[in-house]
């Protein structure tokens, strides 16, 4: 019993000496904020697309830029580019990307959403293959100001390029390829917000 004590003693200044008393109260924690998003890991080809819309909705911009691939490339409608300019469009990659998104978050300050497929996600068409999948279909952007101004939507169709990567399933391409109603595009989204540098 002597030896327990003894050596329970002993360990009890060594912690002490280590890293000051064991028993003063730690630092508190920052809460979480949920600045990032909850972030799915991609073990699936449509766990990049739940990423992607936590992403648009979170302040930071860690699970959008997670779900890129390096050689991401964005390919806007023909009607796009007429209307805003193939200069605006030019080298569409990555890092391009992710300055639109920063911009589009200092302005649309209130609630972001994504709508991929319908309501639960589903496609016009959805090819899975062993390492790359493609999904086409309509996608939804609704953007708030926060300031009380209208919602702002954005859509279209578009197909959506995916591969898995030694860190699980990443976008490498997002190809407009048609309106939806009257609604302006992804791509005018994008050109405009990037025209407006």
């Known amino acids: 019993m002597r030896a327990k004590m003894a050596l329970i003693i002993v360990l009890l200044t060594l912690l002490t000496a280590a890293g000051g008393c064991v028993f003063e109260p730690r630092k508190a924690e920052l809460p979480d904020t949920g600045d990032d998003g909850t972030w799915i890991t991609p073990n699936l080809p449509k766990d990049v697309f739940v990423n992607l819309i936590t992403g648009l909705a979170a302040d930071a911009n860690s699970n959008y830029e997670r779900s890129l691939d390096q050689n991401f490339t964005f390919i806007p409608l023909t009607e796009d580019v007429s209307a805003l300019g193939s200069e605006v469009f030019e080298g569409w990659n990555k890092e391009i990307e992710m ?62 390029y995916l591969e898995k990567q030694t860190q699980g399933w990443m976008l490498t391409r997002w190809e407009d390829i048609d309106v939806s109603g009257s609604f302006p595009s992804s791509g005018y989204l994008r050109g405009t917000l990037r025209g407006s540098n």
């Open 99 to 160: 300055e639109m998104l920063t911009r589009l978050k200092g302005i649309f300050l209130g609630e972001r959403t994504f709508q991929f497929g319908d309501e639960n996600m589903v496609f016009e068409r959805e090819d899975i293959d062993v390492g790359y999948a493609e999904f086409e279909g309509e996608y939804v952007i609704t953007l708030e100001t926060g300031d009380g101004s209208p919602v702002e939507t954005y859509a279209g169709r578009a197909i959506f």
